[in-house]
């Protein structure tokens, strides 16, 4: 079944010129003025012979989308190249998941510096440990010898001395126990598993702006497809207005079969 949609142009002629230059232009304009509501009118939905308001008319969507603009949009933002494509809703569930995967890292970062904190003010308590102005490293050495000479004997051993400790430097420390030092050592170790994770969060951030960029770009040529469609299949009518025996215009109408 054909929905027919006219979006026409007119042209007035034969009778309603022939009218015009007898000296009755009133007649003319009125005859113009009929088809142009006959148009409008079905144009905007109504019956024929009914006229329309301007508020009647429908905006006409978007036009073609370009595909690497709906991409870019995307890698910056996930779900705005969808916006830009007229998908928002699949574009959402992408703006959602960026949302809860930037919860989740900010989760890592606050529970690992929680747990590495909570480590140092361990080790300052059972080993006396100075924990100001320490790299990493030292912490991680800590963790693993039960004072400052058993470290240093074993890095001579090694033959490695210019990584020494000074203990006259406030880098010295001595466990209360060997199970205090594991139990730091397990803290630190989890402090550590937190700042990991935070690598997955970013990764899975990474991944979704893509995934999200691909399907606005899929978006955008899906929206132009339909855009193109929409003019296929056009059928150009003509009509005299008024019949043969007393012409006074033509309609030209374009439908669209869907």
Known sequence: MALTRQLALFLIFGGALCTLTAGEPAAAFQSAFEVQQHLFGDAAGLPFGQSSSASSFQQVPGGKKSVGL????????????????????????????????????????????????????????????????????????????????????????????????????????????????????????????????RKFAVGAVIINHVASAINAARAAISRNKENQNSFRDLRFEAEVMGGIAHPHGILLTISKGL
Do not use: C
Request: glycine share 8%.
């Open 70 to 197: 709906a991409a870019v949009y995307s890698l910056l933002l996930p779900g705005m190249g969808e916006l830009y494509a007229d998908a928002f809703g699949s574009g959402k569930y992408f703006l959602i998941a960026e949302g809860l995967l930037w919860l989740t890292y900010t989760g890592f970062e606050v529970h690992g510096n929680a747990l590495r904190d909570d480590a140092r003010a361990f080790a300052s308590a059972r080993a006396g440990v100075n924990v100001l102005g320490k790299d990493d490293q030292y912490f991680i050495d800590i963790g693993n010898f039960i004072d400052i000479n058993e470290y240093n004997d074993k890095k001579l051993r090694d033959r490695e001395p210019s990584i020494l400790y000074n203990p006259a430097a406030g880098y010295s420390w001595r466990w209360d126990s060997d199970a205090a030092r594991a139990t730091y050592r397990d803290q630190r170790v989890a402090s550590d598993n937190m700042y990991n994770n």
